[in-house]
C-alpha cells in the first residue's frame, strides 16, 4: 500500500510539474524542510545542523512567516545499499536542499543524486574531485587553494629541504603544491603513518635523517601526541620548523609543548575571536546543544550553510512563487525551483562565521582568507594572512625577539671553536676544568655578549681543529666547525672563523666583529755586509752621471764665456800702466780647477769678472749647495741604517718565482679566496700551491708560522693573525700591503634565532669601544725588546726625478750667462768705428774660431803703441784691429 500511495503522490506531482499547473503560493510555505546525510559517527555535526536550524528559527529577521524543518538521515559509508535507500527517503520527504560532510565513499552517489534532481548540496568538508556538478557547492576552501597557500608559505620561508609525515592517502593530494616550489634534485622526505601505531618508530627515523623542516599532516587530535613524541627525540629545537597542514589548530591546546623557540605554524578558516562564536560559547554556558569544545572548521562551515541557505531563501523567495516537490528514487525527474535556488545560492554573498561566503559558477568557494597562526606563550596567534595570491605576515619581531632573549637566558649554548692563538688558547693548567680552561680573545668577546644575554655555554674545540670545509663539491657535507653546525651538534661556532658566500649558504652569520684582510708572512732578510763603496749609495748611477756631464759644461762654458767677453782680459802687471801684453786667468787647468772646488766648497785664488762668467760661477755654486747638502743627508741616512736585501717584495714578486715555497691554511677561506679568485697573479699562485700539495700547505696557522720562522718559506694568512705572529716573533715580518678585504663573524645553524641577538651586541660593544680595547689586548701584545721594524730599507738612493728640477735650473742659468756674454761682446764691438772693423757677426765667429783652434790666454800688444788699456779695448786692439798710424801720449 505504502509503494501505491508513494506513485499515486509522484505521477500526481509530475502531471501538474508538466502542466504548468503547480502549487506556488506568493510567498515562502510554512515549513521548509533542508536534509543532511551524516554518518553513523558524526554526532557533532548532527548536533550542529540541528542547532543551526534552531537558531534560524528562534531569529525573527529570517523566514519570519517560514520555519525550517531539519530531516537528518544517518548512514554507513560501507552500506552503499543502505545509503542510497535513506537518501532516497530525504527525497521523498521534498527537500529544499541536502547538506553532506566529507565521505569519499558516499560524495560520488550523494552529488549524482541530488544532481538528478536539480536539488542543491551543500557540501562542508574536502573534494579532491575535479568533477563539477551543477548543483554541488562546498563550503570548505578548494584542497588547490589551501595547497597553494602551503606552497607559498615554504617559499616565504625559503625552505631547501623538508620533511613530510603524513597519514591519509588525501595528504599527498592536499600537498601537490609544495612539491611545486622546488627544483629537480631537491631533497623531500616522506613518511607514511599507519593509523593506530605510535608515531615514535616514525619520528625517530626523521631525527636520523636531520631534516630540521617537518610538514605534519596527520588527524588534529594526533597533532599534539606527534609534537610531544618529537621532543623526546629532540626534533622540537630552535633550529625546527613545523608546518602543520590542519585548519583546526584553533581547537588544540598547545601549554605542554611550547618551547619559545620551536616554529610552529598552520593556517585556520575560523577565527575563534568571531563575535558569533563568543554569543555561541555563551549559551553554551547556559546549556545549549552546540557545546564549543566540539567546535572545529566542518561543524562552523555546517552552520554557516544552514544560515546561508535560510538568508537566500528570504532575501530572493519572499515574494516569489516557491513551493518544493517530492520525488521516488524509481522514477527520476527534476525540482521546477532547483535551477533557481542553486543560482541564488552561487550569486550571492553572505558574510559567516569563516568569513565571505561566495561561490563561482562551479560551486567552488572563492576569495579565501586563510589566517597564518603561530604557536605562542598565550596559544594560537595570527601573524599573517593567506589572500589568495599572496602570504601577509605582519608578525611583532618586537614581541618575538622578547620572546627569544628570554628563552635564550636559560639556555646552555655548545660552543664549538679551534685553538688558534690569540683567539683561543687553552692554558697550560692541569688544574683548571670546563671554560676555565680557555681564555683569548674569542672567549672574552663570548663574555662580553654573555653579560647581556644571560646566557650560558659550554667550550667543545673541535676535531683536527678545522675551519669547515666541504668534503666533496656538492656533497652537502662539511668538515671542522662548519659541519659541527650543520649536524647541530653546536648552537655557535667563534673562532677565526671567515664568513664567506660559500659558508652562508649553509650557516648563518652575526655581524661581523673584526675587519681584516690577507697578508704574506716571511722572515727578516739579513742585514748585507757593508760595502766598500757605501759612500756612492746616496745618488743613483744616473745622477753621478748627470753631475759630471754638469761639470763638464760648466766649466767648458766658462772658458768660452771668459774669451768672449772683453772684461776677462786683465793686465798681468798692474804697476805697469802700458801693459804689452794681457792674460784671461780662465784658462783650461783654472777652469777646471775652480768648477771643482766650488763642488767641493773650497773655491779657488781667482775669480770671475764678467757679469756673464759672474752669473754662471753663482748659478754653478747654487747647484753644487743643493747637491752636497742632498748628498750629505742622505748619506747620513744610509750610514745609520741597517740594509736588508728581500728577495720578494709583494705577492707578484712572489707568484714570479719558484726559490721560495708558499702556501696557506689548507680548507680555509684564504684557500678558497684562491681557489675562487680570476686575478691572474692570484691564480698564478693557486696553481702552484696545488702542483705542490701537501708540502704547500698547513694543517693550522701555528704550523705555518713555525715554517716562515725556519726560513725560505712564505704563509699566506689573514692580517689579524699575522700581526699577532709578528709581535710574538721579531725575525717575522710582513712583505708587501695586505689584499683582500674580510670579516670574522660568529656562525650559527640555519634557522637559529639567536642570530639577532648576537649582532645586536656586537654592534654595541663596536660603539662602546670595547672590540678596539679587545683587539689591543690580544693582538697588540708586543714581546719585550722586540721592535716593529720595517721590511724596507730605511734609506733608498735618491734617482734623477728627486733631483731633476736643480738640473735643469742648471741648465737654465747657463743660458742666461750665455746670453749675458754674447751682450757684453756685441756692446764692445759697438764701440769701435765702423770703418776699423768687421760687423758683430763677424767678430764673433772670428772670436770663436780662436777658441775652437785652442788659442792661448795671452795677447801681446805692440810696444810701438802708446795707449792706455782702456783705450786699447777701444780701438780694437784686442780683437785684431790694425792700431792707428798716429797717435800722441
Known sequence: MKHDHFFVKNFLNIFLLNSFFINVTASLPEVIKIGAVFEMSNDDKEMTFRHAVDRVNANNSILLHTRLSASVKK??????????????????EGVAAVLTPTSLSLGSLVKHTFDTYNIPHLQTGWDYTNKNWLHSLNFHPDYTVVATAYRKLVERWNWKTFTILYEEENGLIRLHEVFKAFEVGTKITVFKHTPGKSYRKLLKEIEKYGDTNIILDVPTQDIVEVLKNANEFHLLTEYHNYLVTSLDMFQLDFTEVYNGVTNITGFRLVDPEHLEIKIEAIRDEAGNRWPWKRKNTETILIYDAVMMFAKIMNDNF??????????????????????????????????????DITFNNKGKRTNITLDVVQIKKEGLRSIGNWTGSEILLIDDYTEVFAEVAEVLANKTLRVTTIIEKPYVIERDDETLTGNEKFEGYCIDLLNEIKKELKFNYIVIPVKHGRHGKEKRPGSGQWDGMIGELINRKADIAIADLTITTER???????????????GILFKKPDITAPNLFSFMYPFSTEVWI?????????????????????HE???????????????????HPNSLWFGIGSLMQQGSEFAPRA???????AIWWFFTLIMISTYTANLAAFLTAKRMKSPIESASDLASQTAISYGCLEGGSTWNFFNNTDHDVYRRMFRNMEENKPHAYSKSTQKGVDRVAKGNYAFIMETTSLRYARKQNCELTQIGEKFVEKSYGIAFPQGSPYNTHFSKEILLLQERGVLTNLEEKWLGKIQDGCGDESVSPAAAELNILNVGGIFILLGLGVAFACIIGVGEFWWKTKKIPIEERDSVFVELVSRMKEIVTGAGSTRIIDKSFDMDI????????LFGVPPPKKFSK
Not at 326 to 343: A, I
Not at 870 to 877: I, M, V
Open 611 to 617: 757679469i756673464s762668467t759672474r752669473s754662471l760661477a
Open 75 to 92: 548512514v554507513t559509508p560501507e552500506d552503499i545499499l543502505d545509503a542510497r535507500r535513506k537518501i532516497c527517503e530525504l527525497l521523498e
Open 318 to 355: 519572499l515574494n516569489q512563487p516557491f513551493s518544493t516537490a517530492y520525488f521516488s528514487c524509481e522514477y527520476p525527474t527534476t525540482w521546477y525551483y532547483g535551477n533557481q535556488t542553486t543560482d541564488y545560492l552561487k550569486w550571492n554573498s553572505f558574510h559567516g562565521i569563516s568569513g
Open 870 to 877: 782702456d783705450e786699447f779695448f777701444t780701438k780694437g786692439a
Open 504 to 518: 652562508q649558504q649553509v650557516v648563518n652569520f652575526s655581524k661581523p666583529y673584526m675587519q681584516l684582510g690577507i
Open 569 to 587: 782680459w786683465s793686465n798681468p802687471h798692474p804697476c805697469e800702466p802700458h801693459p804689452r801684453e794681457l792674460v784671461n786667468q780662465f784658462n
Open 546 to 566: 748627470t753631475m759630471a756631464t754638469a761639470y763638464l759644461g760648466v766649466t767648458i762654458w766658462m772658458y768660452i764665456l771668459a774669451r768672449i767677453t772683453p
